[in-house]
């Protein structure tokens, strides 16, 4: 009977990994047959290296996470399965991701040499997903973060979200919003659920916060519009 049951569980792990695995094959074959093989790969690459740098951060916080599932045009993510307990630690994970998908992001600049445009548009790919994920507004990375700071901050990324959805007319933006503005504004009023422990930062921690998610925020829109430039010849 105990056999049984662990081989259950051993399946049960296998068909995890199976689904995480299949379902970034399946992002590789969409984007590979739309944009060329080497630019699939790359960019579901950078998304991995991305939702890994949460994986490792939520683990090393002792939060109990799945491993990484992809949808073609959605993007990644990982499902936390632990309530997080503090808006430390929301900010611990929230920015881990960021912060590995740029240096992915960054090592596949360098791999790009001079004039590798395949390689650059992969790294300029890489650095707007994260400059994108940190919109100050949940469910993004940033409104994770700006969390450790104060939720209204949420409200901030109203009109950037909505300036974007007029330039991109991109669904997924609506979903965004769908999900975000009125949890940003509940965070205006004040009406969210977390106890007021949750939100108990030291001022220290603030700054810390703060200082990351804005230098990431303009190195990440620095290099972009510099690669801009370089992929569009200007």
């Known amino acids: 009977m105990l056999k049984a049951l662990f081989l259950l569980l ?5 068909g995890k990994v ?3 695995g299949g379902s970034m094959l399946l992002s590789i074959l969409v984007y590979g ?5 080497v630019y699939g ?8 290296v991305h939702e890994l740098g949460h994986y490792a951060a939520a683990r090393q916080r002792g939060l109990a996470v799945g491993l990484p599932a992809f949808i073609p045009f959605v993007g990644a993510w990982v499902a936390l399965k632990d309530r997080i307990p503090n808006a430390e630690t929301e900010a611990y994970v929230g920015i881990a991701g960021p912060a590995a998908g740029t240096l992915g992001a960054v090592a596949c600049y360098f ?4 004039g590798n445009k395949t390689l650059l548009a ?7 997903i994260n400059l994108f ?60 659920d977390e106890a007021p422990e949750y939100w ?9 916060y703060g200082a990351m998610y804005i230098a990431l925020v303009a190195g990440l829109a620095l290099i972009s519009y510099d690669l801009h430039r370089q992929l569009s010849g200007g």
């Open 18 to 20: 199976a689904m995480s």
């Open 41 to 48: 790969v790359g960019l579901v690459m950078l998304l991995f």
């Open 133 to 192: 994920n940190l919109l100050p507004i949940s469910p993004l990375d940033g409104g994770r973060i700006t969390t450790v700071l104060s939720p209204r901050i949420w409200l901030l990324g109203v009109p950037l979200l909505v300036g974007l959805y007029f330039l991109q007319h991109s669904p997924i933006l609506l979903i965004i919003g769908i999900l975000g503005i009125p949890k940003a504004w509940a965070a205006w009023q004040g009406r969210l």
């Open 10 to 14: 051993k399946f049960a792990k296998l």
């Open 111 to 114: 791999l790009a040499g001079d």
């Open 200 to 208: 108990q930062v030291s001022m220290a921690d603030r700054i810390s």
């Open 33 to 37: 047959s739309l944009y060329g093989w």
């Open 122 to 128: 992969i790294s300029y790919a890489g650095f707007m």
